[in-house]
């Protein structure tokens, strides 16, 4: 069976990343599955944004755990992905909405509708992001969420991602029927991951680790651990991804997979 595509930050190749338009133009796509990062803000609402600061994406000093929900949706999250739309006069008008801070409940929400809607299932792969001033309150506040879409159990749309692996654990303990994704970015950290994660957790290595290791490549891919690989947005990244037998490939340019794998 082919690898499921996924929408990395939504189709953020062409879209500003983590927005509501980015992931409606993935689902457009025919994007399998959805992934997110998301960090907590100050009034206790998770919020789907990369980086720790505002810098990049919403062009403003900040840091996104010390705002308010109310004063991060003020924000233009999608202007630094087109500084010139405003004296574009053929720019389709765009709904405001699309362009601001997106929480993680209203893209539940969207992904929810959408599969009611359309009778296809798509799925959501949620990163909680690492250091945080929060700690485990991040994983708290994400069953919590969760739970409320009845989303914890061994058959939900979703799976939680992470680079720590305390935090894994910690979703773990709080809905041990959940998927978990253990990140690896660095190949330095593969022995001890191998000998810590849980046999059926999943593996999410970089490709770029994958392509630059081939000793931990070839140990990863003899793992018994099913493979999500990210971010692979070129023919010769997925064709790796193949080999490997990944189960999913995490791509900016969830189109342009899809295009390759189904033609
Ligand atoms: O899907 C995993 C990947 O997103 C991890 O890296 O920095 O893009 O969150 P990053
Ligand atoms: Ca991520």
């Given amino acids: 069976m082919r690898p499921q595509v996924v929408a990395h930050r ?36 998770l919020v789907c944004v990369h980086d720790r600061t505002l810098k990049r994406t919403a062009q403003t000093p900040g840091v996104v755990s010390t705002m308010e929900l109310a004063d991060l ?12 739309i405003d004296l574009d006069d053929e720019a389709p008008d765009r709904d405001e909405a699309f362009d601001r801070v ?17 009778g296809r299932r798509v799925e959501l792969a949620i990163e909680t992001k690492h250091p945080t ?15 409320e879409f009845g989303w914890i159990g061994p058959d939900a749309p979703v799976r939680v991602m992470s680079f720590s692996y305390t935090a ?18 660095h190949a330095r950290n593969w022995a001890m991951l191998s000998r810590a994660i849980g046999p059926d957790w999943i593996l999410g ?12 490549r070839a140990r990863i891919a003899h793992s018994g651990h099913d493979l999500h690989v990210w971010t692979v947005n070129k023919k010769s990244d997925l064709e790796l991804c193949l ?18 794998l189904d033609g």
């Fill in 10 to 45: 939504g189709a953020s190749h062409e879209i500003a990343e983590h927005t509501l338009g980015a992931y409606v133009a993935a689902l457009d796509a025919g994007a399998e599955a959805l992934e997110c990062d998301v960090r907590l803000t100050a009034d206790g609402h």
């Fill in 73 to 84: 949706a003020e924000l233009d999250f999608a202007k630094w992905k087109n500084p010139w």
């Fill in 102 to 118: 997106l929480t993680l409940r209203t893209l539940l929400e969207t992904v929810r509708d959408y599969s009611t809607r359309t």
């Fill in 133 to 147: 001033r929060y700690g485990g309150l991040v994983e708290k506040r994400l069953v919590e969420l969760l739970s």
């Fill in 168 to 185: 894994l654990q910690r979703v773990e303990r709080l809905a041990p029927d959940l998927r978990l994704v253990q990140l690896i970015e």
């Fill in 205 to 216: 290595p970089g490709i770029q680790m994958l392509r630059d290791h081939p000793k931990v």
């Fill in 243 to 260: 080999d490997l037998g990944a189960k999913a490939v995490i791509s900016d340019r969830p189109a342009h997979m899809l295009e390759l």
